[in-house]
């Protein structure tokens, strides 16, 4: 029994750290191996290795880095799985998601919900490179997969531009509401916008001592997190924080977005700075540090375990 029901959670993620001045390399030279459109998708997956093989970044989630270099189109599909993208380098590439484009900057947050059409292009004279999260492993848990191709690369575009950030996305609502699903309707969650925020909040509030300042990406609708399987947060350290060790259930994929810094992860310091990824396990002891005013992206799957009233947390 008590393998099967275990006193604390037992899981095989490891913590770990990517640096992405490690990984930029192998990302641009799967850019000149294969094209956006050849690979539909042309990821480079972040593989816990502690589960090597199984295309996971946590025992839930999938995370791996998507490069759309200039003059680029991934053709357009829609499956089962919600996708999350974290801008870490390039400027103006774009999203195209149920007749919408957004087009993007470093450090905005863009949904993609469960079965909505989308297709990626990057019309401007960079690449771009985003992290994608994906409920995957939740979805193959459930074994509850499907995928459909469009039968065109680009979808049809039908709204314009910023559409849902007018319409959901100013404090304001449409009385006819006509929004379907459970993912949020703000398309893109700028970085301009929640900087400021982050910026409010350390020159007004005293900071938390686990977080510092942290934010969770809201649903207009409903207050909730943006999507309905994956939870998202901004934080900013202050310079020379020096946070208190905490725990949860939900593992959790960090991006620094600013600054330098370092966690540690049950034991184990992962010194990071711009663009580098980390994941924490499980009910594993976390305290970030940092040597600069910093700011870090992250997501879990806390979204799927507060509604299954699974969630605990440990503060220090
Ligand atoms: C996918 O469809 C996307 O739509 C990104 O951008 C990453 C990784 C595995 C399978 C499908 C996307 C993916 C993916």
Same mark, same amino acid.
């Given at each position: 029994?008590?393998?099967?029901? #275990?006193?604390?959670? *037992?899981?095989?993620?490891?913590?770990?750290?990517? =640096?992405?001045?490690?990984?930029?390399?192998?990302?641009?030279?799967?850019?000149?191996?294969?094209?956006?459109?050849?690979?539909? =998708?042309?990821?480079?997956?972040?593989?816990?290795?502690?589960?090597?093989?199984?295309? *996971?970044?946590?025992?839930?989630?999938?995370?791996?880095?998507?490069?759309?270099?200039?003059?680029?189109?991934?053709?357009?599909?829609?499956?089962?799985?919600? @996708?999350? =993208?974290?801008?870490?380098?390039?400027?103006?590439?774009?999203?195209?998601?149920?007749? +919408?484009?957004? %087009?993007?900057?470093?450090?905005?947050?863009?949904?993609?919900?469960?079965?909505?059409?989308?297709?990626?292009?990057? #019309?401007?004279?960079?690449?771009?490179?985003?992290?994608?999260?994906?409920?995957?492993?939740?979805?193959?848990?459930?074994?509850?997969?499907?995928?459909?191709?469009?039968?065109?690369?680009? $979808? *049809?575009?039908?709204?314009? @531009?910023?559409?849902?950030?007018?319409? %959901?996305?100013?404090?304001?609502?449409?009385? +006819?509401n006509d929004h379907h699903g459970s993912c949020s309707p703000v398309f893109n969650y700028t970085y301009e916008k929640s900087r400021r925020t982050l910026e409010f909040l350390r020159s007004t509030q005293d900071s938390d001592r686990?977080?510092?300042?942290?934010?969770?990406?809201?649903?207009?609708?409903?207050?909730?997190?943006?999507?309905?399987?994956?939870?998202?947060?901004?934080?900013?350290?202050?310079?020379?924080?020096?946070? $208190?060790? %905490?725990?949860?259930?939900?593992?959790?994929?960090?991006?620094?977005?600013?600054?330098?810094?370092?966690?540690?992860?049950?034991? $184990?310091?992962?010194?990071?700075?711009?663009?580098?990824?980390?994941? /924490?396990?499980?009910?594993?002891? /976390?305290?970030?540090? @940092?040597?600069?005013?910093?700011?870090?992206?992250? %997501?879990?799957?806390?979204?799927?375990? +507060?509604?299954?009233?699974?969630?605990?947390?440990?503060?220090?």
């Amino acid at each position: 029994m008590s393998s099967l029901i #275990t006193k604390e959670p *037992k899981s095989d993620c490891q913590p770990h750290l990517w =640096r992405y001045d490690d990984v930029r390399p192998a990302l641009m030279e799967a850019g000149d191996i294969i094209s956006a459109k050849e690979a539909v =998708r042309r990821v480079l997956i972040l593989e816990n290795p502690g589960m090597t093989g199984q295309s *996971k970044i946590t025992t839930s989630l999938y995370g791996g880095l998507q490069l759309v270099l200039p003059g680029e189109v991934a053709p357009c599909h829609r499956h089962s799985q919600s @996708a999350l =993208r974290f801008v870490l380098e390039g400027q103006g590439a774009h999203t195209a998601v149920d007749g +919408e484009k957004t %087009y993007m900057s470093p450090g905005d947050f863009v949904t993609t919900p469960s079965m909505a059409w989308h297709d990626h292009g990057n #019309t401007s004279d960079q690449p771009m490179v985003w992290l994608d999260g994906l409920d995957i492993p939740i979805v193959q848990f459930f074994d509850a997969s499907f995928v459909e191709d469009l039968d065109k690369d680009e $979808q *049809k575009i039908t709204k314009p @531009a910023n559409t849902s950030q007018f319409l %959901y996305g100013e404090g304001l609502l449409p009385l +006819e509401n006509d929004h379907h699903g459970s993912c949020s309707p703000v398309f893109n969650y700028t970085y301009e916008k929640s900087r400021r925020t982050l910026e409010f909040l350390r020159s007004t509030q005293d900071s938390d001592r686990n977080h510092g300042y942290k934010l969770h990406y809201s649903n207009p609708l409903d207050g909730g997190y943006a999507m309905p399987t994956m939870a998202t947060f901004l934080q900013m350290l202050p310079k020379g924080f020096a946070g $208190q060790p %905490y725990r949860s259930t939900d593992a959790t994929v960090f991006v620094c977005v600013e600054g330098r810094g370092m966690t540690n992860i049950g034991g $184990q310091d992962f010194a990071w700075s711009p663009r580098d990824i980390f994941v /924490v396990p499980s009910w594993q002891k /976390v305290s970030h540090q @940092a040597d600069e005013e910093s700011v870090l992206f992250s %997501y879990s799957d806390r979204a799927v375990q +507060e509604k299954l009233g699974l969630w605990r947390e440990q503060k220090g």
